[in-house]
């Protein structure tokens, strides 16, 4: 009986979760809108403020990072296979997704270098 309520309770959680961190995404974005505002900002300043500098290198970052989380997966699923320990899964999934932003870091800093 606990199950069926468990199960029925997680996408009403969910759903609840999800609403509540897009209305405090969307009420602090407005109350820091409003803000600049009140203290006399311009439109035009407001807009070069958000606009920011975009990242030539994102998706080679994504790309490395991503890369290196199946590498992790795969390497992590074929050892659980062979030694029937169940720890190597989360062990390799954490260790070359960091070793993924780690190098993702230092080849784009490179690039940026050449740039």
Partial sequence: MAEGIIAVF????FFIVTGLILVTF???RSRE???LIEKGMEAQAIKELYAGKKDPFLLLKFGIIIVAFGLGLGIGLILEDTTMEDYYVP???FVMTGLGFIIANLVARKLEAKA
Avoid: E, G, S
């Fill in 10 to 13: 997680i996408p009403i959680v």
């Fill in 26 to 28: 969307f009420y602090y």
């Fill in 33 to 35: 809108r409003q803000l």
């Fill in 91 to 93: 062990l390799f999934l």
